[in-house]
């Protein structure tokens, strides 16, 4: 099946401080990606709609100066967290969709944010 | 706005079992209907997609869907321990542009 990865895997930061999330379709291209959160014991939230060469489109509620998203190419999307903050805090995940396949989605393995 | 509702469980069933898992939704423009399988700390990991109503068999596990019932379910026969992790239903409007929604999941577990 198509294969997504991610980079880091889990970063610590200080509060204040931009982190960068990567999410790499290592098999396929990828026309969109999506970004999605999830705190714990709670369930993935659309953040984010990546689109390659486009603006990302962002769900209700989700600050796009804050989640920069950035979609250079068919196989990778950035995500950084601007002034991040404790409460930023949580577990990202990226998914792609097979541009020739199905609306299938395949996830990244995710990125552990911690804040201090 | 589009919701996904999922019983959190615990759901406890004893090795061999079948196990029995179920979802309901609020949109009926709904199109693509889909379970994840989700490990503690893991990202979720694709189990079955379904379309058109009726039954979508693949393995241990069988798909459901009633559009008409806004319904969807999943089926694992032959319960493993291995099985044990919280599963997601999730839906789309249909279309490689239309991110998906959650529900919270249920947590199964699969008592040797």
């Known amino acids: 099946g198509a294969v997504v990865s991610q980079h880091p895997s889990w970063v610590i930061c200080k509060s204040g401080t931009s982190v960068k999330i990567e999410c790499r379709s290592l098999?396929?291209?990828?026309?969109?990606m999506f970004w999605y959160r999830q705190f714990p014991k709670q369930s993935l939230m659309l953040m984010a709609t990546?689109?390659?060469?486009?603006?990302?489109?962002?769900e209700q509620g989700v600050e796009k100066d804050k989640f920069l998203i950035n979609h250079a190419s068919l196989t990778l999307s950035t995500l950084t967290v601007t002034s991040a903050h404790p409460e930023d805090s949580s577990f990202y995940i990226c998914s792609a969709g097979d541009s020739l396949s199905t609306d299938t989605q395949y996830f990244g393995p995710g990125t552990r944010l911690t804040v201090l | 706005q589009k919701e996904v509702e999922q019983n959190s469980g615990p759901l406890s069933v004893p090795e061999g079992a079948i196990a029995s898992l179920n979802c309901t939704y609020s949109d009926r423009g709904s199109q693509s209907f889909f379970w994840y399988r989700q490990y503690s700390g893991k990202s979720p990991e694709l189990i079955m997609f379904?379309?058109?109503?009726g039954d979508k068999e693949d393995g241990r596990f069988t798909a459901q869907l009633n559009k008409a019932s806004q319904y969807v379910s999943l089926l694992i026969r032959d319960s493993q321990p291995s099985d044990s992790a919280t599963y997601l239903c999730?839906?789309?409007?249909?279309?490689?542009?239309?991110?998906?929604?959650f529900g919270k999941g249920t947590h199964l577990i699969i008592q040797p």
């Open positions: 098999d396929f291209q990828a026309t969109t």
């Open positions: 990546s689109n390659e060469g486009s603006k990302a489109t962002y």
């Open positions: 999730a839906v789309n409007g249909g279309g490689g542009a239309d991110g998906l929604t």
């Open positions: 379904i379309y058109s109503n």
